[in-house]
């Protein structure tokens, strides 16, 4: 380390405003006249008079007040909730009995089940929607399944 390699880190903030001779006075280097010369303003989104980028661009989707709370279960996931011993699910499985369990948020109002892997315990389940493949296998294994239609 030399002294011609050292990095100077006490250097004073510039003052504005001190007077002509500081170099930063008069206007204090915001220009003459004009909104921007003034105190306490900002000019957000303001593009001097056209039209600013927000506005430009087109306005895109919403959240549906609407939408259907629909849980979601694959095959793989309900043979999982079967071999855990402390679920303790009997042969009958719906929408009620998984909310009383917590295994699903009680937010939901309709049960869908999917096909995504294997299910091996014959279960009879009550669910509003299937797709055709978890139909196929649930009755594959043994099970049931009905479908609700409310």
């Known amino acids: 380390m030399e002294l011609n390699s050292l990095v100077k880190n006490n250097k004073k903030k510039i003052r504005v405003g001190r007077g002509i001779g500081s170099g930063k006075g008069k206007t204090s280097s915001r220009g003459h006249k004009g909104q921007k010369s003034r105190s306490g303003v900002a000019i957000k989104s303001f593009e001097g008079g056209q039209m600013p980028l927000y506005r430009r661009l087109p306005k895109r989707g919403f959240k549906s007040i609407k939408s259907k709370k629909i849980a979601i279960l694959n095959l793989s996931r309900i043979q999982n909730m079967l071999e855990v011993k402390k679920n303790d699910l009997k042969n009958m499985i719906d929408l009620n009995i998984l ?8 937010k939901y109002l309709k049960l869908k089940i999917l096909g995504g892997g294997e299910i091996k315990k014959n279960v009879e389940i009550s669910a509003h929607y299937a797709s055709k493949q ?9 099970g049931k399944i009905n479908i609700i239609k409310k």
């Not at 909310?99 to 009680?106: C, E, F, R």
């Not at 978890?134 to 043994?142: C, D, M, N, P, V």
């Open 99 to 106: 909310k009383q369990k917590k295994l699903v948020n009680k």
């Open 134 to 142: 978890a139909a196929e296998k649930i009755s594959k294994a043994g």
